[in-house]
């Protein structure tokens, strides 16, 4: 019973009739108070209805009956302003992308002009050019790896390509592009710190780093990894206050200040950063930058 109200809820939902859903949400979670998919949908039409106090508690519900936060009712929080800004759900990241891996090249690429990938090698090579160093790579370790697009405009450039991700079924698109040498099921620090000291001359991580908040530990764990002479390659999404918020895509946003203390803070040089978008959103760019910081 309560399942039917939650899905004709979701009806009315679509229809725009949102007070209507709430009433018949609120009757759903009165059948099964825990029913977190309906406390997060009560959040969201709460927020559209322009109630944010009653959003929150909602959201709070949300993520009271679900520790792993699956629908990312904790992100929801943090962007009202009702908690603090922190790291995202690992469940949260791995059930998004786990659902959007069939459809995520079309929709990234195709759709919103993806081209992070892009940005990333032609900062690359341009960095190797200004070093004059040849842009050859003999291990590159590939974070938030995806369906394998970073490593596809790299495979000239790199001998032995290791893709790290959270999503399983992004991980299965990767390995059946044969790009990988290996790919680990991991959360990038944590992939990371599983690796030898200076066993990678190159890290890539093509808008991966928008859903890390602090990526502060995810630096200072490249450094160890890099062999002297070694670059890590990141894009972000940005703004123009000061540190880290969270974009009204779900994404965190981090300050160009932000970016050039953390890469000094970790020990590494930052011979580029620039202002480059990686991805558009309601048919404009959304403000990005592309860095590019190397280990001495
Ligand atoms: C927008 S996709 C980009 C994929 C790929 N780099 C590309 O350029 O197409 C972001 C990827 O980062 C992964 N991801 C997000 N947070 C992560 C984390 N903390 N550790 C590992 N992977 C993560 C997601 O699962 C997703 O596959």
Redesign the pocket.
């Known amino acids: 019973m309560a399942d039917r109200r939650f899905e004709f809820a979701r009806d009315l939902q679509l229809k725009g009739d949102l007070p209507a859903a709430a009433d018949l949400l609120l009757q759903a979670i009165e059948l099964a108070p825990d029913f977190t998919s309906a406390w997060f949908t009560l959040g969201g039409i709460r927020e559209d209805l322009g109630d944010p106090d009653a959003a929150i508690s909602a959201f709070r519900r949300a993520q009271a009956s679900d520790p792993g936060d699956r629908h990312g009712a904790g992100l929801r929080l943090m962007r009202l302003g009702a908690e603090p800004l922190s790291g995202?759900s690992?469940v949260y990241?791995?059930t998004?992308?786990d659902q959007y891996a069939p459809r995520?090249e079309s929709s990234?690429v195709g759709d919103l002009g993806?081209r992070?990938?892009a940005l990333l090698f032609r900062a690359v090579l341009s960095v190797r050019a200004a070093a004059r160093k040849p842009a050859f790579f003999k291990r590159a370790i590939?974070?938030?790896?995806?369906?394998?697009?970073?490593a596809l405009a790299f495979a000239n450039e790199v001998d032995h390509f290791i893709g790290?991700?959270?999503?399983p079924r992004?991980i299965e698109r990767a390995r059946a592009t044969d790009l990988y040498a290996e790919l680990d099921v991991?959360?990038?620090?944590q992939?990371l710190r599983s690796r030898d000291d200076a066993c990678a001359d190159l890290i890539l991580?093509?808008?991966?780093m928008?859903?890390?908040a602090d990526i502060a530990p995810v630096l200072e764990e490249a450094k160890r990894v890099l062999t002297p002479g070694g670059l890590v390659a990141f894009t972000t999404e940005t703004h123009d206050g000061e540190g880290v918020v969270i974009g009204e895509g779900l994404r965190y946003a981090h300050a160009a200040a932000y970016v050039r203390a953390v890469v000094e803070s970790a020990g590494l040089k930052l011979p580029l950063l620039e202002d480059r978008s990686a991805r558009n959103e309601d048919n404009a760019p959304v403000p990005g930058l592309v860095a590019v910081a190397g280990k001495t």
């Open positions: 995202m690992q990241v791995q998004l992308f995520f990234l993806y992070g990938p590939d974070l938030g790896c995806g369906t394998g697009l970073a790290v991700d959270l999503s992004m991991a959360d990038m620090l992939g991580a093509a808008d991966a928008v859903y890390v």
